[in-house]
């Protein structure tokens, strides 16, 4: 994947994922299952190859576990352990 592609789109998600997730805090555990099924999709290879080669959008697997791992609340919600798949290290933060 073009890492200098997608840049843009991937810190857009970044964002835009904690804006509705600051919107809705009071019950942010429903933020969550709410985000990810719209990115639901499934491809066969050779269009994953196409896409990442030519598409300025990380697929919709990175777009959403790249997002919600960046962020402390969806650990909190979900009592994710400090060596969760989930949980990132040096989280990054864009607003």
């Known amino acids: 994947m073009n890492g200098k592609l ?5 810190t857009a998600d970044n964002g835009g994922v904690r804006i509705a997730l600051i919107a809705y805090l009071a019950s942010e555990q429903h933020v969550f299952p709410g985000y990810g099924p719209i990115w639901c999709e499934n491809r066969r290879p050779e269009v994953e ?7 300025p959008h990380s697929p919709s697997r990175y ?3 790249g997002a919600l791992a960046n962020l402390p609340e969806f650990q909190k919600a979900f009592s994710c352990k ?3 798949p989930m ?7 864009v607003w």
């Open 6 to 10: 997608t840049l843009g789109e991937n």
């Open 49 to 55: 190859r196409l896409l990442a080669q030519t598409n």
């Open 63 to 65: 777009r959403v576990n």
């Open 82 to 84: 400090a060596d969760a």
């Open 87 to 93: 949980v990132r290290q040096n989280a990054c933060r």
